[in-house]
């Protein structure tokens, strides 16, 4: 399996994972001629496809958290942002179930990486956005050994962390370009008002209430709502603000374009010189696929392939296979494992999410 762009598909591809849209189940897998739905597909903002083909067929690309979880997840959030907005109730029961599930799937599969392989529209960005942050928070808490318990707290706060962005002027939230001075202290005060709403809910903890609070604060001070820093940022904040700056990052915005995986590594790398938790991010990033599997890349002799498998102990030198040569020719297919030929690297973020026809 592997990613490719809507104007490279070619004929002999047939569907590797399943579209949504809107939580409707658009292509299942194993949907051939797929050059039928790529004006639909553009329309929707979908500019990509995992996809299957000769060359592929035996590359694995695993998902994190299943994507019937997923979606299941995100009915129940918009049903519980529905809720809210129409009576004024959080009810908070099947979000509870939502993240009992998302919490047994991750420790049930200790050893898959976290890349990007959904593919959705950004209609739904903020459900999404909701969802990845607690898996990624959840990877972490993982690593810290957290109980049950503690670990579904993390979940709860992540999955709530942006409700306070309902109540905000939704012109200014999705404006694209930069925002003025008034626009963005105006979005600063989601933070506070979502807690104000979790402070409402008896069934949530303060731990959880927290993370809505305090996931724009920095260790330096220089964040917000209470410019907070160092020891008085508790842990739950500290995993909150690493993965909430990871995932807009990696995701695309009306006022941004996407990074790659590599390049949002190197920019979170940045801010943590005093701003971030050093320890925890590099628990992160051990938890990231920096290329994943299904990706297209050029290494630094020209030459061109598709990540087929990861090396744990290096993030950075996947095996690769090799599809075409450095002329961008079609040649016999082999692989190579990065971690050994140390003479060849990937290009720092040079994806090349499919092949010329």
């Known amino acids: 399996m592997r990613k490719v762009a809507l104007e490279l598909l070619t004929p002999d591809m047939v569907l590797g994972k399943p579209v949504y849209h809107l939580n409707n189940l658009l292509l299942k897998v194993g949907t051939g001629q797929l050059e039928r739905y790529v004006t639909s597909l553009s329309r929707l903002g979908i500019t990509h496809l995992y996809v299957t083909d000769s060359i592929s067929e035996d590359i694995i690309v695993e998902d994190t958290v299943s ?11 918009f049903s519980t942002m529905n809720q809210l907005s129409g009576q004024g109730i959080l009810q908070t029961s099947m979000l509870s179930e939502s993240a009992d599930e998302i919490l047994e799937e991750i420790l049930k599969n200790p050893g898959v990486l976290v890349s990007m392989n959904e593919i959705g ?65 105006h979005i600063k ?46 842990e739950f904040v500290r995993i909150a603000a690493i993965v909430d700056i990871y995932d807009a990052l990696v995701s695309e915005r009306c006022y941004h374009k996407k ?13 943590a010189a005093g701003r971030l938790d050093a320890d925890l991010l590099a628990m992160f990033i051990k938890c990231l696929a920096i290329y994943p599997n ?21 993030p950075y030198r996947p095996v690769v296979r090799m599809v075409r040569d450095r002329m961008d020719k079609p040649m016999p297919l082999f692989d190579i494992d990065l971690s050994k030929e140390k003479h060849m690297r990937i290009q720092e973020a040079k994806y090349i999410e499919g092949l010329s026809k």
Do not use: W
């Open 294 to 314: 299904g990706t297209m890349v050029k290494l630094s002799d020209g030459t061109t392939g598709i990540v087929k498998c990861q090396n744990s102990e290096y």
């Open 259 to 271: 990074k790659s995986i590599y390049e949002a590594v190197a920019m979170l790398k940045e801010e």
């Open 67 to 77: 994507q019937e979880t997923r979606l299941h997840c995100k009915q129940v959030l």
């Open 189 to 234: 005060t989601h933070t506070k008002l979502g807690y104000d709403v979790l402070r409402k809910n008896d069934t949530l903890t303060e731990l959880s209430r927290i993370v809505a609070l305090s996931h724009h604060e920095r260790l330096d001070g220089s964040g917000y709502p209470n410019r907070l820093r160092g020891d008085e940022l508790h």
């Open 121 to 185: 529209t950004s209609d739904d960005s903020t459900f999404n956005h909701s969802i990845n942050v607690a898996i990624y928070s959840l990877l972490i808490a993982k690593q810290l050994d957290y109980p049950k318990v503690r670990a579904k707290k993390l979940a709860m706060g992540m999955l709530l962390h942006d409700i306070g962005k309902t109540m905000v002027d939704q012109r200014i939230l999705y404006k694209p370009g930069r925002l003025t001075k008034e626009e963005y202290e």
